[in-house]
């Protein structure tokens, strides 16, 4: 019987077959590598708190704002400060007042808040204004009224 021939892979092929499965594996690396990277860095936690202001009211006369605020968060908002911020069209802080809340605010519950704005500036009838509100997690929302 003849002894089996055998056959080696040249040096050449061999070279190459390492290299390929080389750059192979660096790709696979750098792809997970990024995407770990820019998936983590892209996600943003999502606000647990948020509020919306579905109606608001000023009134000129005696810098009563009356706002209606809705927590449309996933989460509660514990009693505290609410604040109240209001401008004018060119951006300048015309008042302010911070109002204690002594009930939370369960997702979806409506809130009232009556607040007499301690202006720095006279409010003018007809004029428009943004009412800022804060909560006492710091979540905000803007809405813009006209003074009556």
């Known amino acids: 019987m003849m002894p089996a021939s055998r056959k080696a892979v040249s040096p050449l092929i061999a070279t190459l077959l390492l290299v390929l499965i080389s750059i192979a594996a660096a790709s696979l690396i750098y792809v997970f590598v990024t995407g770990y990277i820019s998936g983590s860095a892209g996600q943003r936690p999502t606000a647990q708190s948020q509020i919306v202001i579905e109606a608001a009211s000023l009134d000129a006369t005696?810098?009563?704002?009356?706002?209606?605020?809705?927590?449309?968060?996933?989460?509660?908002?514990?009693?505290?400060?609410?604040?109240?911020?209001?401008?004018?069209?060119?951006?300048?802080?015309?008042?302010?007042?911070?109002?204690?809340?002594?009930?939370?605010?369960?997702?979806g519950s409506l809130l009232q808040i009556n607040a007499i704005v301690s202006n720095t500036t006279t409010i003018a009838h007809g004029s428009y204004y943004d009412v800022k509100v804060v909560s006492p997690v710091g979540t905000f929302d803007v809405v813009r009224v006209k003074a009556s």
Not at 70 to 97: A, H, K, T
Request: a negative charge.
């Open 62 to 107: 005696n810098a009563n704002v009356t706002v209606y605020v809705r927590n449309v968060g996933q989460q509660e908002i514990p009693s505290g400060n609410w604040s109240i911020y209001l401008y004018d069209l060119n951006g300048n802080m015309v008042g302010y007042n911070v109002t204690y809340n002594e009930k939370s605010l369960g997702p």
